[in-house]
């Protein structure tokens, strides 16, 4: 990591960087090639191994399945243009605020 930036941005510079590159060459260009759906099955697919993971595997299996949601998670931001600037935005929004109070607040 350098300076004030995050492992996650540094990931996402070099995820979105793929888009339009060779999918011969490139997982993340393949993904992209093969659209929306796709990246989306993937963050769903990834969740649920994530979730496997923490309730019959050990650490290391929750970490591994942890950084491939969190890859194919920024994948997913990546094509719909969403930045993590975005997300951190928000969550520096909700910050200070109750978990409870923030979710009847979007239900209004």
Do not use: C
């Amino acid at each position: 990591m350098a300076g004030d930036t995050h492992a996650l941005d540094d990931l996402y510079a070099v995820i979105a960087s793929r888009k339009g590159a060779d999918p011969e060459t490139s997982y993340t260009a393949k993904l992209f090639a093969k659209g929306r759906l796709k990246i989306a099955q993937k963050v769903g697919e990834e969740a649920v191994e994530t979730v496997i993971a923490a309730l019959a595997q050990d650490k290391g299996a929750v970490v591994s399945e942890s950084a491939d949601l969190l890859y194919h998670l920024l994948a997913l931001w990546a094509d719909r243009g969403v930045t993590p600037a975005d997300v951190w935005a928000e969550l520096a929004r909700r910050s200070g605020t109750s978990g409870i109070a923030e979710k009847n607040a979007r239900t209004k």
